[in-house]
């Protein structure tokens, strides 16, 4: 059955509680995009899902950056379902690199943050925060550059935000709690220096191979993250450079206002780091040559 009476589904590429994604194949132009599925399980979705679909399509609509996924259609499929179709990229997320390497060299894990940290920038400038960065949301495809994805709690920045609203919520905070800013815990409005906690968890767990605060009990490892000083990453890994261990501390930083001021400065710190980038068997391949970075590597020589 196609979707919108052009879409073909190919193979599914993760489901969650909202719904699905999937490779799938537009046949009017005959190219591989990616599909996700906001399901209503027979019935229309409520209106609260409904505005977090229209705001995420919105999102995407509004950011224009190498680092976040192409929207290129969206809308519903009859009375239960609503689509979103966006650029398909080749490759894992993050969470496999995790869980197949090990450690994560650190000029990559250096490579991965400063690309983090430019799509941010972008979704900053547009005075939105992400609100929900982790391993699993961050696409590495197979020549080594990131997207990031799921842009489905993405909300207004406290100082911000243009059109989009702010989601409600009963009961329950958004994102994922073990890579959530304390501030939000709290209950506390999101800013763009959450986005930089999340990023400081992210890049923890590249280089030290589990999660900070990690713990088998998930009420203890959130009140790890509301009381626990940072630790230092050169205690899991002692190769990690002194520069990059006390930039995360500061990624991690309980107050907002001790961390890094936003991501563009992050991204400055991390550049330098990346150096004599080694072979990432399974995930990226050579990457000689390859147009994306040919085209990269001109923008950079641009100042």
Known sequence: MRIADRYTKVRGL????????????????????????IRGNGHPPD????????REARVLGRLRHPGVPVLYDFGGDG???????MELVPGATLDDLVGEIDPVPVPWAAAI?????????????????HRDLKPANVLLGRNGTV???????????????????????????????VYMAPELADGEP???????????????????????????D???????????????????????PAELDALLRGLLA???????????????????????????????DGGRGDPSRLYATAVAALG
Not at 16 to 27: A, F, I, L, Q
Not at 79 to 85: C, M, Y
């Open 79 to 85: 009375p239960a379902d609503l689509f979103l179709v």
């Open 14 to 37: 993760g489901a969650g509680t909202m719904g699905e994604v999937w490779e799938g194949r537009d046949e009017r132009l005959n190219r591989e995009v990616a599909i996700k599925l």
């Open 147 to 177: 997207k990031v994805a799921d842009f489905g709690l993405a909300g207004p920045a406290a100082d911000g935000g243009g059109d989009l609203s702010a989601i409600t919520w009963t009961g329950q905070m958004p994102g994922t709690a």
């Open 254 to 284: 309980k107050d907002p206002s001790e961390r890094p001021s936003d991501a563009a400065g992050v991204c400055a710190r991390l550049l330098p780091l990346i150096t004599a980038l080694p072979p990432l068997p399974g995930f990226v």
């Open 113 to 129: 943050g400063a690309q983090l940290c430019a799509a941010l920038a972008a979704a900053h400038s547009a005075a939105l925060v």
């Open 47 to 54: 209106d609260e899902v409904r505005r977090r679909f229209f």
């Open 218 to 240: 998930p009420v203890k490892e959130i009140g790890r993250h509301l009381a626990e000083p940072p630790p230092s990453v050169r205690e899991a890994r002692p190769d990690v």
């Open 190 to 216: 999101a800013d763009t220096r959450s986005d930089l906690y999340s990023l400081g968890c992210l890049l923890y767990e590249l280089l030290a191979g589990e999660r900070v605060f990690a713990s088998d």
